[in-house]
C-alpha cells in the first residue's frame, strides 16, 4: 500500500465511510481532521498533522473539510476547527479541539501506547 504515512482527504461522504469501515477492520488508531479552507489554525497545523502521519504509519490519518462534507461534519456535531476526533473500531475515545500541537500528539502517543 502506498499509502503508509500519508494524511487521508477524504472528499466524499462514500469516501469517508469507506475509511470508516477500514479504520474499523484494521484495528488501528484514527486520528480525524474536521477541517477548513478558511480557517487559519487549520492550515497552521496541517504540516504539523502530515510530520504525525509520517512518524507514525500504524495510526491512520484522515481530513475531513467541513464545509465539503457537511452532513459527515453536522452528524460529528463538529462546532470549532480544527476538531480532532480518536476512534479506535469505530467509537470515538477522545477529541481534541483546536490547533493544539502537544495535547494531539500526546494524545495520540496515550492511545498507540494502549493499542
Known amino acids: ?3 503508509e504515512g500519508k494524511v487521508l482527504s477524504c472528499h466524499s461522504t462514500e469516501a469517508w465511510e469507506d475509511q470508516l ?5 484494521s484495528k488501528k488508531l ?8 478558511w480557517c487559519p489554525p487549520c492550515r497552521l ?3 504539523f498533522l502530515a ?12 481530513k475531513v473539510d467541513v464545509d465539503e462534507l457537511k452532513q459527515v461534519a453536522s452528524d460529528w456535531a463538529i462546532e470549532a476547527m480544527p ?3 480518536f476512534l479506535r473500531e469505530g467509537k470515538i475515545i ?4 483546536g490547533a493544539k500541537k502537544e495535547e494531539l500528539e500526546a494524545t495520540i ?3 498507540v501506547s494502549t493499542a
Open 45 to 47: 497545523i496541517a504540516p
Open 94 to 97: 477522545d477529541t481534541v479541539v
Open 109 to 111: 502517543a496515550k492511545h
Open 1 to 3: 500500500m502506498g499509502d
Open 30 to 37: 484514527m486520528v480525524v481532521d474536521f477541517t477548513a479552507s
Open 51 to 62: 510530520e504525525l502521519a509520517k512518524k507514525l504509519p500504524q495510526v491512520i490519518f484522515v
Open 21 to 25: 469501515a477500514m479504520a474499523n477492520d
Open 83 to 85: 476538531t480532532f476526533k
